[in-house]
């Protein structure tokens, strides 16, 4: 249970010295350096800068999991696609639909952002995002930018934003997928959809269901069962003027089983929007979205209902000044909460207006933006970036960046009945880095190291009233690299962080600092093999650092036969070791259980 990593030492010198292997696989006489292939690992990036820029225009650290990624690995949950990436920690209260978190630079699960196609979703009371909820075959890419982003995306983008993508339509069609199968626990996994484009007109339509008995969440006790019902539709129209349209809609409900109780939920977005093109450099996109986070929980003290909705409005506009693009916009959102607690207040309106700069004087670039928000709850906040690049050749690209970000106190921080906190401050945040990356043909490599300085951290203990931490501070190192060599796709991703509560000493609970990924996987014909493994260090359940929490190492596998034209198979093997490993306890001391090895096979059509 205990796994070992790397200690600092080796970490620092694996920092150091893989970039110069990576660099030395792809010296100038080898055809890794074909100009044809020079895109091949550099991805365009849309969330980190509110335009299109490949990963490494974008000046900030990005990790892009791409649609053949999410269908090797197939994974049960979004969280453990997430697990282990560059900068990524994530804890779990047991498995399958049990509630989640996912830390981005040492940073809580309320102190980054998760958007569905551009629309941000996100409980108003809790604060963070139900990521348990949501199926990732419901999804094509995700793109996970690290590093603060209140100056684009407003309150709580502190540690990053992830952004989830769903299904692109595709040319011609209808073009169908279907995919059944199901395993350990008496799991069952379905899903199917088709997608086109004709005319101008795209669309985009999904479902799945995935069930399971479960397993227990505590020594001794009983599966604890969840399913999830979801439905997806995307549709949208270009007109002969280049003028666009377009509708999304992504609704998830069902059931999870806890301990002492059982929930049913809801979570959804959707959205409607106009893009057009007001010259040939100016065009304006309008954009009118809803998120919606239900929960009805009935356990041993009640019945409990939790509903908070998010209704935004967003203007956004971008003027291409050729070498140089502008991004301005303004934003209204209104926040509402209801159900069985009694909140002081229960609604709050947002009012922004934002500016970026993208500029362009190669071999320089610089980034710049700024925002402004005014919360009727709690005050103005102004949030600001500046990124600076420098290609050191064709290859290599220098950035360091400053940005600030704050944490808006959620329905619970200020209202919540006995440990709520009218007086909260919003918490602030400073954070600087310096990062490198190097871009090959077939391989690339990214470090960075940063350091983030938080005011007013929002922390709550049962019993108390939630307060304010006047200082904390998170220092990092991250190492990432990828490669695609013949029949071999290769990734690896090393993290190691020191989030730290300034006036005690002592490690932000629940956080691990040393993490390592590795994933491989090989193309044999029509048959695919890989695997990942997963190594993190202890952490602690508790603020006094008084809990530990082992460390673990986890091995994933997986298999695919491509049988026939448009039809495969899967095979995948979850915790192949069978580890028995805990990320969280209850507040009476009993670990959160993680699931033993579960093996899923399932069988697919479509492209």
Do not use: C
């Not at 439905?231 to 002492?260: I, P, Q, Y």
């Not at 908070?308 to 209104?334: K, P």
């Not at 960046?401 to 808006?408: C, E, H, L, R, V």
């Not at 997963?534 to 298999?559: K, T, W």
């Amino acid at each position: 249970m205990n796994a070992p990593l790397p200690s600092r030492g080796l970490a620092a010198f694996a920092l150091a010295a893989l970039p110069l292997a990576v660099q030395a696989q792809s010296s100038p006489a080898s055809p890794a350096d074909d100009p044809s292939n020079a895109q091949q690992l550099n991805p365009v990036v849309v969330t980190a800068a509110l335009a299109p820029r490949t990963a490494d225009e974008t000046l900030s650290s990005v990790s892009v999991l791409d649609e053949a990624t999410l269908r090797r690995q197939d994974p049960t949950s979004v969280t453990d696609l997430l697990r282990g990436q560059p900068g990524v920690d994530v804890t779990t209260n047991g498995s399958f639909g049990k509630n989640s978190s996912v830390y981005l630079r040492g940073t809580g699960n309320d102190q980054n952002v998760l958007l569905i196609d551009g629309i941000r979703l996100r409980s108003a009371t809790a604060g963070g995002a139900a990521w348990h909820y949501l199926d990732p075959r419901m999804f094509q890419r995700a793109e996970i930018v690290r590093g603060p982003r209140g100056s684009l995306y407003g309150a709580d983008a502190v540690g990053g934003v992830v952004q989830l993508f769903t299904h692109d339509a595709e040319a011609g069609g209808p073009h169908p997928r279907i995919s059944a199968g199901g395993g350990s626990f008496n799991t069952q996994r379905y899903s199917a959809g088709f997608s086109g484009s004709e005319g101008g007109t795209r669309y985009s339509f999904a479902g799945s269901h995935f069930s399971t008995d479960g397993t227990p969440v505590r020594r001794g006790g009983d599966d604890k069962g969840y399913d999830n019902t979801t439905a997806l539709a995307r549709m949208s129209h270009t007109f002969g003027d280049g003028s666009e349209v377009g509708v999304l809609a992504l609704r998830a409900r069902g059931s999870n089983e806890f301990d002492g109780g059982e929930s049913d939920f809801v979570q959804q977005v959707a959205g409607v929007y106009a893009e057009l093109p007001i010259t040939a450099q100016w065009t304006s996109r309008l954009t009118l979205s809803e998120a919606r986070d239900e929960l009805d929980s009935l356990d041993d003290f009640g019945d409990s209902i939790i509903d908070t909705r998010t209704q935004t409005l967003r203007w956004q506009n971008t003027l291409d000044l050729g070498m140089h693009e502008l991004i301005t916009g303004a934003e209204y959102s209104e926040d509402a909460v209801s159900g069985s607690n009694d909140y002081a207040v229960d609604s709050r309106d947002n009012v922004a207006v934002f500016a970026q700069g993208l500029l362009d004087f190669a071999p320089f670039a610089v980034q710049a933006s700024l925002r402004y928000d005014d919360n009727q709850a709690y005050g103005e906040e102004v949030t600001g970036g500046l990124a600076l690049g420098y290609d050191l050749d064709d290859r290599h690209t220098l950035r360091a960046s400053y940005g600030t970000a704050f944490k808006a106190p959620s329905f619970n921080d200020l209202y919540f009945p006995g440990f709520g906190n009218p007086d909260l401050e919003a918490e602030t945040s400073e954070t600087v880095e310096l990062g490198v990356r190097g871009q090959y043909a077939r391989w690339f490599w990214d470090s960075a190291l940063y350091q983030t300085d938080i005011d007013n951290l929002i922390a709550g203990q049962r019993g108390e009233l939630t307060t304010n931490i006047p200082t904390t501070r998170i220092r990092g190192i991250e190492l990432s690299a990828g490669a695609e060599l013949d029949d071999w796709t290769l990734a690896a991703a090393l993290t190691y962080s020191d989030p730290e509560n300034r006036a005690t000493g002592k490690r932000i609970q629940r956080r691990a600092s040393q993490s390592l990924r590795l994933d491989a996987d090989r193309e044999l014909g029509d048959w695919s093999l890989g695997g990942s493994w997963i190594v993190q260090n202890h952490r602690y359940n508790d603020a006094e650092n008084e809990e530990r929490l082992g460390g673990y190492g986890l091995v994933n596998l997986r298999a695919g036969w491509q049988f026939a034209p448009l039809w495969s198979a899967r095979l995948t093997v979850e915790n192949a070791l069978d580890k028995d490993y805990v990320t969280t306890r209850f507040f009476d001391g009993d670990d959160y259980l993680s699931a033993g090895r579960a093996a899923f096979v399932s069988v697919h059509f479509g492209r």
